[in-house]
């Protein structure tokens, strides 16, 4: 696609329940990250991917969060048994492979529990 | 302390100023990256740096790897330039970005 597509563009949940964000990136991207942005603690790297392959989880805030990515095209984020502190925008960027090349970054999941 | 720093964390000026906001950080990295937020908005993507200077219409970015300093200029400030811009770095051998804590820029009218 042109740009870096997320979605839903918004989301409401309820504490407990589990979410799933998706990331389309662009066309030819091999590399996709997962980003987080709270208003306590601005802008955070969750987990990157190379092709299908995430190498290293240990950005992921906890064992709820899991990420996947298929195809080496889009990745869903899956957040299980939300809680209030998860309360952020998910922002999902691409760039044309890992390491120093420019980002694109998608709109972005504002997830609210409640 | 944050790996990176941003400064001022505000900043006013009236319209057609030049301004510059400062990123210091304090490890190794292989590119640092200039990113704009509008209010409400996604984050757009200005420049990626590993070394010297880049030029975009009317913004310019610099870096110093000895002095591990970059600056953000803008030239014939106008109010649309208001925004959140944000350093971002990325370590060597780290996966993704660190980033500072965003310069909010008010551009008057």
């Known amino acids: 696609g042109a740009g870096v597509s997320q979605s839903p563009s918004n989301k409401v949940t309820e504490k407990g329940k589990d979410v799933e964000l998706r990331c389309d990136p662009i066309?030819?991207?091999?590399?996709l990250y997962w980003y987080r942005q709270s208003l306590g603690q601005g802008l955070e790297f969750l987990i990157y991917?190379?092709?299908?392959?995430?190498?290293?989880k240990s950005g992921l805030p906890s064992d709820r969060f899991s990420a996947e990515r298929t195809g080496g095209s889009v990745s869903t984020l899956t957040i299980q048994r939300t809680q209030q502190e998860d309360s952020a925008v998910y922002l999902c960027?691409?760039?044309?492979?890992?390491?120093?090349?420019?980002?694109?970054f998608g709109s972005g999941t504002r997830l609210t529990v409640v | 302390k944050n790996e990176v720093e941003q400064s001022p964390q505000n900043l006013t000026a009236q319209e057609g100023e030049f301004i510059t906001i400062n990123c210091s950080y304090s490890v190794g990295i292989s590119a640092l990256h200039w990113l704009q937020q509008h209010p409400g908005g996604g984050i757009v993507s200005l420049f990626m740096?590993?070394?010297g200077k880049k030029k975009h219409g009317r913004l310019i970015a610099t870096i110093n790897i000895q002095e591990k300093h970059s600056s953000l200029h803008i030239t014939a400030s106008h109010p649309r330039d208001s925004a959140v811009y944000i350093c971002a770095v990325r370590s060597r051998g780290a996966d993704g970005l660190t980033f500072g804590k965003g310069t909010h820029l008010i551009i008057q009218p």
């Open positions: 740096l590993s070394s």
């Open positions: 066309s030819g991207h091999t590399a």
């Open positions: 960027a691409s760039s044309l492979a890992v390491g120093p090349y420019g980002y694109t």
């Open positions: 991917f190379q092709g299908n392959s995430a190498p290293d």
